[in-house]
């Protein structure tokens, strides 16, 4: 996903102070610029970092903005009525459709921040409806730019581990098109009056507009920016907030789960938009993003184990190879992981204790011989039970194989109803 920031509306009347950055998720920030008559200027694309313990300014490259205008950011009312999420650019009017929202929802206790940025007005006026309403503000991925003068008026602000938050000056783009960065003395007023320390605001305004400083999670809380951090099992899910729609879902579930389209189970697979929607309303119940992820790996991966069972012999024999590889790797260190995944025929823990790479690889394995295992006990139901039995199982004959896997995978297919009662 990415959005631009800029003037308020592309071939609008109206140029105001903007902070702006642009995002891809997970993997990069960009901030885009574009004047009114459609040619591009500039912008910055950075990979975000890992923690560090010293903030970290982010490296830019020349890209061409995109022909299309961000749409408008999505204010929502979450669950139970207790949260509101706001995703997207902050651009004009959207201070007035969270107003008119907070107006008609008293109960309201929580504004959740998802933003690339966008126009300096708009953010302080947010900030105003946070203040005035005593609203704890919570970013569950990131807030850059003008979105963080909202943010910091939080009476709490929770930023989720791993989350960022990004700061640079404010520019000013003109008619002509001309970037101009202009003083911060406005938005430094505003950070100050939120608690933060002087310090760390100099250099969030020191940094050049063109450029992004998204400082770590252990200097954000000492600068009072952040209250605390939190992890994704204590506020309500998020991850669906720009784009709660069918394939907002389906996007997300393929992040969270890329086994659902790797070849080792491509034939085993359940239904992508089956699994979408329930993820979908479980995000809407609005429980937590951990207690969402871990139920769709666990549907998922019984789903898998169920189709699994009646696979034909090429699928049932690339699945028992990713299977064992996986036991085999980390038979040693995690024992317990181990046994889950041969006694479930868990796929999804399967593939991501080998990598998408090397599930790959282990797919198109040739058989294994139970000579070739480490020897170890062979009691029970313990994992190194598994190893030998998928290894007596892929030592077989093509067919007699396959046949084999199919009935160990049987042990751990739940029936229909158990699957569609997962939380």
């Given at each position: 996903?990415?959005?631009?920031?800029?003037?308020?509306?592309?071939?609008?009347?109206?140029?105001?102070?903007v902070?702006?950055?642009?995002?891809?998720?997970?993997?990069?920030?960009?901030?885009?610029?574009?004047?009114?008559?459609?040619?591009?200027?500039?912008?910055?694309?950075?990979?975000?970092?890992?923690?560090?313990?010293?903030?970290?300014?982010?490296?830019?490259?020349?890209?061409?903005?995109?022909?299309?205008?961000?749409?408008?950011?999505?204010?929502?009312?979450?669950?139970?009525?207790?949260?509101?999420?706001?995703?997207?650019?902050?651009?004009?009017?959207?201070?007035?459709?969270l107003?008119?929202?907070?107006?008609?929802?008293?109960?309201?206790e929580?504004?959740?921040?998802?933003?690339?940025?966008g126009?300096v007005?708009?953010?302080?006026?947010?900030?105003?409806?946070?203040?005035?309403?005593?609203?704890a503000?919570?970013?569950p991925d990131?807030?850059?730019?003008?979105?963080?003068?909202?943010?910091?008026r939080?009476?709490?602000?929770?930023?989720?581990?791993?989350?960022?938050?990004?700061?640079?000056?404010?520019?000013?783009?003109?008619?002509?098109?001309?970037?101009?960065?202009?003083?911060?003395?406005p938005?430094?007023?505003?950070?100050?009056?939120?608690?933060l320390?002087?310090a760390?605001?100099?250099?969030a305004?020191?940094?050049?507009?063109?450029?992004?400083?998204?400082?770590?999670?252990?200097?954000?809380?000492?600068a009072?920016a952040?209250?605390?951090?939190?992890?994704?099992?204590?506020?309500?899910?998020?991850?669906?907030?720009?784009?709660?729609?069918?394939?907002g879902?389906?996007?997300?579930?393929?992040?969270?789960?890329?086994?659902?389209?790797?070849?080792?189970?491509?034939?085993?697979?359940?239904p992508?938009?089956?699994?979408a929607?329930?993820?979908?309303?479980?995000?809407?119940?609005?429980?937590s993003?951990?207690?969402?992820?871990?139920?769709?790996?666990?549907?998922?991966?019984?789903?898998?184990?169920?189709?699994?069972?009646?696979?034909n012999?090429?699928?049932?024999?690339?699945?028992?190879?990713?299977?064992?590889?996986?036991?085999?790797?980390?038979?040693?260190?995690?024992r317990?992981?181990?046994?889950?995944?041969?006694?479930?025929?868990?796929?999804?823990?399967?593939?991501?204790?080998l990598?998408?790479?090397?599930?790959?690889?282990?797919?198109?394995?040739?058989?294994?011989?139970?000579?070739?295992?480490?020897?170890?006990p062979?009691?029970?139901?313990?994992?190194?039970?598994?190893?030998?039995?998928?290894a007596?199982?892929?030592?077989?004959?093509?067919?007699?194989?396959?046949?084999?896997?199919?009935?160990?995978?049987?042990?751990?297919?739940?029936p229909?109803?158990?699957?569609?009662?997962?939380?």
């Open positions: 996903m990415a959005v631009r920031a800029g003037t308020a509306g592309w071939g609008g009347t109206r140029l105001g102070r902070i702006g950055a642009c995002l891809v998720l997970g993997a990069a920030l960009a901030c885009l610029d574009r004047p009114s008559d459609g040619a591009a200027i500039a912008s910055l694309s950075a990979r975000w970092p890992e923690p560090l313990q010293e903030p970290v300014h982010e490296p830019s490259e020349e890209r061409p903005a995109p022909d299309a205008p961000a749409g408008p950011a999505r204010v929502a009312l979450g669950p139970h009525g207790r949260d509101i999420r706001l995703a997207g650019e902050l651009g004009e009017g959207t201070a007035e459709r107003r008119r929202l907070l107006a008609a929802n008293p109960q309201v929580r504004l959740h921040l998802t933003s690339e940025g126009l007005e708009e953010g302080q006026a947010i900030g105003d409806l946070v203040v005035a309403r005593g609203l503000t919570y970013v990131y807030c850059v730019s003008a979105c963080t003068l909202a943010f910091v939080g009476t709490r602000r929770f930023l989720v581990e791993g989350g960022r938050l990004g700061f640079h000056a404010p520019y000013e783009v003109g008619p002509s098109g001309r970037v101009v960065q202009v003083d911060g003395v938005e430094r007023a505003a950070y100050l009056a939120a608690g320390d002087p760390f605001v100099t250099q305004l020191a940094t050049a507009s063109d450029d992004l400083w998204v400082p770590d999670a252990h200097r954000l809380v000492a009072r952040v209250t605390e951090t939190v992890d994704t099992g204590q506020l309500p899910d998020s991850t669906l907030d720009d784009d709660p729609s069918p394939a879902a389906r996007a997300a579930v393929l992040r969270i789960l890329p086994i659902l389209e790797t070849s080792a189970v491509a034939g085993s697979a359940p992508i938009e089956d699994l929607a329930w993820y979908a309303q479980a995000y809407r119940a609005g429980r993003e951990a207690e969402n992820v871990d139920g769709l790996r666990r549907r998922a991966a019984m789903e898998i184990a169920r189709t699994l069972s009646r696979a012999d090429a699928t049932a024999l690339a699945a028992g190879r990713v299977l064992l590889r996986a036991m085999l790797t980390v038979r040693d260190s995690d317990a992981l181990c046994g889950r995944i041969g006694a479930g025929a868990d796929l999804v823990e399967a593939s991501e204790a990598g998408d790479a090397a599930t790959a690889l282990a797919a198109r394995a040739g058989s294994f011989s139970v000579g070739e295992l480490t020897p170890g062979v009691h029970g139901r313990g994992c190194q039970a598994e190893i030998h039995a998928y007596r199982a892929l030592a077989k004959p093509s067919a007699e194989a396959a046949l084999s896997v199919r009935a160990l995978v049987q042990r751990a297919a739940p229909v109803h158990a699957a569609s009662a997962l939380p």
